[in-house]
């Protein structure tokens, strides 16, 4: 996907900067999400676009005064059609695609209908109404967690993914239809987000976070690489900039700093359970089968080889740096899971 750093750029493939519309429309899939509901609570309370528009099944639950909610399912036939038509109702300048999923789910050809053919009748209607701009939520792990991946993984690296993942296979995709749409669209200014697992005190279901939610969780016996990971109101900042910015192509979006697994373990309040190297993968994917934990089974490789992406494009392009650190965000959602766990307890006797 080409890149290009400077408004006359853009302008020069037929685009426009949305610096020339200080309060943009801006519509945004997954606004029911966990991040897209972030994402809405934050344009809402700075006033930052004239209007919000979320596509989906159901509305964003941190909606106010200026979100208008439309009823899509973007994986159905005729999806590509009624998008078009609100877009063009609406006047969307900007479109944040936020519904793709952060970590697995046990049902895989849902999944893959929502993920790979909801992303396909989104681009399908920004090619009949293209904005000016269109940004993309995808994973650092697009790259792949295995033993011969540099120190840092940048974005020109080549995606690899893990065979056996169906989820990382429908990112993969996710990106080869957003690259399609960006060579063929040079009138949208497009950006990849490659962002590391997003960690905090509301957004708790990526993949870090599930791995974390139990109070015994698996390791590799042998392995203790680092991990990298993003606070959540950081994640909010960086697609807030890549908003502001004429950037396009992706992006690193991670955290400040790196942990090892048994430390970012400790800081979450949890115990290990060191799973033998050999057997890690059937063993997780064994008790995620029959719904025993929430951990997914792609947890063995990112344990035992780490992924750990290089954040310096992010910096010199959208003058992204994090602000809170890992460590924090593992404190945070440690306090968090023992808050919830609190709840579930019955009142002591008095």
Known sequence: MGRSTQGT????????????????????????????????????????????????????????????????????????????????????????????????????????????????????????????????????????????????????????????????????????????FAEQTPSTCTTVLRMASILGPRVIDGWASRWLRASWVPTVLGFDPPLQLVHERDAVRAIRLALEHDVSGPINIVGSGLVRVSTAATLAGRRTVPLPAALAGALLQAVWSVGAADTPPELASILRWGCVADGELARRQLGFTASHGIRQALLELGGELRLRAARLLPPEPR
């Open 9 to 180: 750029d853009l302008e020069r493939r037929g685009g426009a900067s949305l610096r020339s519309n200080p309060r943009p429309v801006v519509a945004l899939s997954g606004g029911d999400s966990e991040l897209g509901a972030a994402v809405v609570q934050s344009l809402e309370r700075d006033g930052a676009a004239a209007a919000i528009v979320t596509l989906g099944i159901r509305p964003c639950r941190l909606a106010g005064p200026r979100t208008r909610h439309y009823h899509v399912e973007l994986e159905l036939p005729g999806a590509t059609a009624r998008i078009a038509e609100i877009l063009e109702a609406e006047r969307v300048d900007a479109v944040l695609h936020l519904a793709p999923m952060q970590a697995p789910t046990r049902q895989p050809e849902w999944a893959h209908e929502a993920e790979t053919v909801g992303t396909m009748h989104l681009l399908g209607a920004l090619r009949l109404r293209p904005p000016r701009r269109l940004l993309v939520a995808s994973t650092t792990l697009v790259y792949g967690p295995r033993p011969d991946n540099p120190g840092l993984l940048t974005e020109g690296h080549p995606l690899r993914g893990l065979e056996h993942s169906r989820f990382l296979r429908d990112k993969l995709d996710i990106e080869r239809q957003t690259a399609a």
